[in-house]
């Protein structure tokens, strides 16, 4: 099992920065990749970027390829989302996930779920 937290969310106007923070605790979380997600009302979990484990993979979606950077810290056991340019339409509550050894990029892909959290981007 691992039990996965999400924090760092908040209101921003559009162009402003935030880093999401996923703390990982239960099993060593450095054999699991790591996936973000965000969700709107309505929709299905959307894949925004993964993480392989060592850190060597990290694919992104295309709606956030350039703005976004995912990076790991083993030793901490954390995974953070660093978000730039933020445009409004990334308005939406954002998930961490964990798949044990294989990265994927689907949100059926993933075992492990954090709550989410919510992140508003302003015009």
């Known amino acids: 099992q691992v039990q996965l937290k999400e924090s760092g969310g908040g209101l921003v106007q559009a162009g402003g920065s935030l880093r999401l923070s996923c703390a990982a605790s239960g099993r060593t979380s450095s054999n699991y990749a790591m996936g973000w997600f965000r969700q709107i009302p309505g929709s299905g979990r959307e894949f925004v970027a993964a993480?392989?484990?060592?850190?060597?993979?990290?694919p992104y979606a295309d709606s956030v390829k350039g703005r976004f950077t995912i990076s790991r810290d083993d030793a901490k056991n954390m995974v953070y989302l660093q978000m730039n340019s933020l445009k409004p339409e990334d308005t939406a509550v954002y998930y961490c996930?964990?798949?044990?050894?294989?990265?994927?990029?689907?949100?059926?892909?993933?075992?492990?779920w954090g709550q989410g959290t919510q992140v508003t981007v302003s015009s």
């Open positions: 993480i392989s484990r060592g850190g060597g993979t990290t």
């Open positions: 996930a964990a798949r044990l050894y294989i990265m994927g990029v689907t949100a059926t892909e993933y075992t492990y």
